[in-house]
Every structure is written in C-alpha cells, then in structure tokens.
C-alpha cells in the first residue's frame, strides 16, 4: 500500500529537520570558535553536553576547553581566598598569587629555541619576527618624513 499525503509530509519533514540538524553540526565543527574539548574530559560527558540543545555552543565550548582538574585547583583558590579575606590577607593573596602565576609561566613552558614575546628574556635580546621595535619605527618615520 502507498504511503498517504500526510505520511509524505512528515517523512519530508523529518528528513529536512535531519539534514538542518547535520549541516548545523558541521558547521559547528568547521567554524574558527570551535576548539576541540580538552583531551582529558571523558568521552562520553563530551557527547552529553554537545548533545544539549538548551545551550549555545559559545556557551558551553568554554567549560570543556580546561582540564577537570583546573576548577578543582579553582575552587581550592577561591577557599584559600576566603580564608585570606576573613583574616584580612586577602589582598596580600592575591598579590602573591598574581606573582606565582608569573613566575611559573601560566604552567607553560617554553620549547628550545622558543623565542619569548619579551626580547629581554631571549638570547642576545633577539626580537621576534613582527615585533615593531623603535629603531623600525624611526626608520619608517622618517622616511616618510622625507
């Protein structure tokens, strides 16, 4: 027996909603803002929150970009702040804080031969390439000048 009218219809329109619901995907994968979820969430909780349709991807993508373990030591910072501000430290806290991060390089390394976007820390002062020093910026100065 042949399908009826209504039954074509929402077959066509199951099948539009499909594709909507694939070319959107897609897109979602291909776009500049879609950076891949950090490699130490597991799989299966990366499924469940793409999967949410009561989200934007711009606001769920942030969640996933850090490692489980950076809220954990997030929320130890924001404790160990309390207890700092309960005992009138809390600025001193944060001030150390700020210099820790500093000093341990954000957790980042640099690979040999690396060059550091400040040129005091590289050998020999080396700039990077793009960087606009002031000897460039006379020299284009007057130039144009001229």
Do not use: C
Request: hydrophobic fraction near 40%; charged fraction near 25%.
């Amino acid at each position: 027996m042949a399908p009826s009218r209504k039954e074509k219809l929402a077959e066509e329109r199951a099948q539009k909603k499909r594709d909507k619901e694939r070319r959107e995907s897609k897109l979602r994968a291909e776009s500049d803002f879609s950076l891949r979820p950090h490699p130490e969430w597991p799989t299966h909780i990366v499924r469940q929150v793409q999967s949410t349709r009561f989200l934007p991807y711009f606001i769920y993508a942030p969640v996933l970009w850090f490692a489980p373990i950076s809220y954990l030591k997030f929320v130890f910072w924001l404790l160990l702040l309390g207890f700092f501000a309960e005992i009138d430290f809390g600025t001193v806290f944060v001030l150390f804080s700020g210099f820790y991060l500093v000093f341990t390089n954000f957790g980042r390394a640099r690979k040999k031969g690396e060059l550091s976007p400040y040129s005091v820390f590289n050998d020999n002062f080396e700039n990077m390439e793009g960087t606009l020093t002031q000897a460039q910026l006379e020299k284009e100065m007057m130039r144009k000048m001229y």
